[in-house]
């Protein structure tokens, strides 16, 4: 394995990673994987707790997928999009119209998430200047949202820690408004018991810039690079409201939280409202392909529908939009989701996995939450349970815990100072068994270096 780690910081620049940190944590080279475990060259074993970054939603080389993949291969492998398509993606879209949520009907497909929001940001404000109003060119975010990397995706979302040294580049007049932070309630209230209060932030910033903006962009119900913040139904059933009050277009960010993440198929289904785009990629393809697809109600398709000459066509393209194996994927993923009753599969798992580490952590001194929706589970570090004090930032306490998971077998990368668990969505009680296990001696690893800290 060495002597891959080495030809590997020899060539490769890895994403989200200060590369100084591999001399002491070199990378680690996977030859092989199966459902949820990974293996490496040297034939360790490690369980992907995380779905590789939330994509793999039915385990690792699942059999079905593998062979639809396989199966298109051998039939068309890529075609451009424009003025050509074929059976895999129409397909992909009829599949999809009859499960998305009431209202969605247009299919726009890229080829990865930041690529589908800023598709969705560019209708958006295409859509009204269309539609007569040129005026409505901002865009409302939560604060501590993510919504990708690219300038545009970066523009409307609110975490520093990618965002900070491009604000020169970004759109300068996007509107930040304080979100819900259920664990550290502001009113005092529980996810259980409010009326969600917080939302008097987006009334406010509505009715001072609500004329001008263009649309509303969120992860429903989890802001996930927030540290898996989460938040009850209630709040996107009256941003919905506001929304149409207002004119303005409601945007779900459901890269990650879409096709089962949540418990139901996707996180606006909880609130039994819709959006009037969605951005969908990650599970899509069960993680097998990089393809996105922004979906839109049929009233913002029907804005840009003319002769070509007035130019109200889209002028938004990806080489690989459509592309046939991506859209084999996720039909086998969809298939596999309906036919082996995945969802309620899982739901059935996330029971026992949220009761499993609520006996083993919940009365830890160090664990200020364990919050659950659908499979996953989010684990709050706090200093303090009573003040719910986080750990300074310069400890990097979730890395260091991050660092023993890995030495024990399990992928567990933190948040800050919330580690979770997001693993597919087949795994079983005997893996989950073990991941708790070894989360456990990895904390106890960590945690028991810092003697103020009582375990």
Same mark, same amino acid.
Request: aromatic residues 10%; contains cysteine.
């Given at each position: 394995?060495?002597?891959?780690?080495?030809?590997?910081? %020899?060539?490769?620049?890895?994403?989200?990673?200060? #590369?100084?940190?591999?001399?002491?944590?070199?990378?680690?080279?996977?030859?092989?994987?199966?459902?949820?475990?990974?293996?490496?060259?040297?034939?360790? $074993?490690?369980?992907?707790?995380?779905?590789?970054?939330?994509?793999?939603?039915?385990?690792?080389?699942?059999?079905?997928?593998?062979?639809?993949?396989?199966?298109?291969?051998?039939?068309?492998?890529?075609?451009?999009?424009?003025?050509?398509?074929?059976?895999?993606?129409?397909?992909?879209?009829?599949?999809?119209?009859?499960?998305?949520?009431?209202?969605?009907?247009?299919?726009?497909?890229?080829?990865? !998430?930041?690529?589908?929001?800023?598709?969705?940001?560019?209708? +958006?404000?295409?859509?009204?200047?269309?539609?007569?109003?040129?005026?409505?060119?901002?865009?409302?975010?939560?604060?501590?949202?993510?919504?990708?990397?690219?300038?545009? +995706?970066?523009?409307? !979302?609110?975490?520093?820690?990618?965002?900070?040294?491009?604000?020169?580049?970004?759109?300068?007049?996007?509107?930040?408004?304080?979100?819900?932070?259920?664990?550290?309630?502001?009113? @005092?209230?529980?996810?259980?018991?409010?009326?969600? $209060?917080?939302?008097?932030?987006? %009334?406010?910033?509505?009715?001072?810039?609500?004329?001008?903006? +263009?649309?509303?962009?969120?992860?429903?119900?989890?802001?996930?690079?927030?540290?898996?913040?989460?938040?009850?139904?209630?709040?996107? =059933?009256?941003?919905? $409201?506001?929304?149409?009050?207002? /004119?303005?277009?409601?945007?779900?960010?459901?890269?990650?939280? /879409?096709?089962?993440?949540?418990?139901?198929?996707?996180?606006?289904?909880?609130?039994?409202?819709?959006?009037?785009?969605?951005?969908?990629?990650?599970?899509?393809?069960? /993680?097998?392909?990089?393809?996105?697809?922004?979906?839109?109600?049929?009233?913002?398709?029907?804005?840009?529908?003319?002769?070509?000459?007035?130019?109200?066509?889209?002028?938004?393209?990806?080489?690989?939009?459509?592309?046939?194996?991506?859209?084999?994927?996720?039909?086998?993923?969809?298939?596999?989701?309906?036919?082996?009753?995945?969802?309620?599969?899982?739901?059935? #798992?996330?029971?026992?996995?949220?009761?499993?580490?609520?006996?083993?952590?919940?009365?830890?001194? *160090?664990? @200020?939450?364990?919050?659950?929706?659908?499979?996953?589970?989010?684990? $709050?570090?706090?200093? *303090?349970?009573?003040?719910?004090? !986080?750990?300074? !930032?310069?400890? =990097? #306490?979730?890395?260091?815990?991050?660092?023993?998971?890995?030495?024990? @077998?399990?992928?567990?990368?933190?948040?800050?100072?919330?580690?979770?668990?997001?693993?597919?969505?087949?795994?079983?009680?005997?893996?989950?068994?073990?991941?708790?296990?070894?989360?456990?001696? +990895?904390?106890?690893?960590?945690?028991?270096?810092?003697?103020?800290?009582?375990?």
């Amino acid at each position: 394995m060495k002597d891959w780690a080495k030809k590997d910081l %020899e060539l490769i620049w890895h994403p989200c990673s200060q #590369m100084k940190d591999y001399e002491t944590l070199p990378p680690i080279v996977i030859d092989h994987a199966n459902g949820c475990y990974l293996y490496d060259v040297d034939g360790k $074993e490690y369980i992907d707790i995380i779905s590789s970054w939330w994509c793999n939603l039915l385990g690792h080389c699942h059999p079905k997928v593998n062979e639809a993949i396989k199966h298109q291969l051998d039939t068309l492998e890529h075609v451009i999009f424009a003025n050509f398509s074929h059976r895999p993606a129409i397909t992909l879209a009829e599949r999809l119209k009859e499960v998305v949520p009431e209202g969605l009907t247009r299919f726009h497909f890229s080829d990865n !998430g930041s690529g589908a929001v800023e598709c969705a940001l560019k209708m +958006a404000f295409q859509y009204h200047y269309q539609t007569g109003h040129p005026e409505r060119q901002k865009f409302l975010c939560l604060s501590e949202s993510y919504h990708g990397e690219t300038i545009g +995706a970066l523009s409307v !979302g609110s975490m520093d820690l990618f965002a900070e040294i491009y604000k020169p580049m970004l759109m300068d007049q996007t509107v930040h408004t304080q979100g819900p932070d259920c664990y550290r309630c502001a009113y @005092g209230k529980t996810r259980e018991t409010c009326s969600c $209060e917080c939302f008097e932030h987006m %009334e406010k910033d509505f009715a001072e810039h609500g004329s001008t903006l +263009a649309a509303v962009i969120v992860e429903p119900l989890i802001q996930g690079c927030a540290g898996m913040k989460m938040y009850p139904p209630e709040y996107l =059933r009256k941003l919905r $409201e506001l929304c149409d009050r207002y /004119g303005v277009l409601l945007i779900a960010d459901e890269i990650a939280t /879409g096709f089962g993440r949540t418990g139901k198929l996707f996180a606006f289904d909880h609130a039994g409202v819709s959006p009037d785009i969605m951005t969908v990629s990650k599970a899509l393809t069960g /993680g097998y392909m990089p393809m996105s697809i922004t979906v839109v109600a049929e009233k913002i398709y029907q804005a840009f529908y003319d002769d070509y000459h007035t130019m109200k066509a889209f002028m938004h393209s990806h080489t690989y939009s459509g592309n046939p194996l991506g859209c084999a994927a996720a039909l086998a993923v969809l298939d596999t989701l309906r036919d082996e009753h995945i969802l309620e599969k899982a739901e059935e #798992m996330g029971n026992y996995l949220h009761d499993a580490l609520v006996e083993v952590l919940g009365n830890h001194p *160090n664990v @200020g939450e364990i919050r659950r929706m659908g499979l996953i589970n989010a684990i $709050e570090l706090v200093t *303090n349970k009573e003040t719910k004090e !986080g750990f300074d !930032g310069s400890l =990097r #306490m979730g890395y260091q815990i991050y660092k023993k998971a890995l030495d024990r @077998g399990l992928l567990l990368r933190p948040l800050g100072n919330v580690i979770y668990f997001n693993p597919p969505l087949t795994i079983d009680k005997e893996t989950i068994d073990i991941a708790i296990e070894r989360t456990v001696q +990895a904390m106890a690893d960590v945690l028991s270096l810092y003697s103020k800290i009582k375990i």
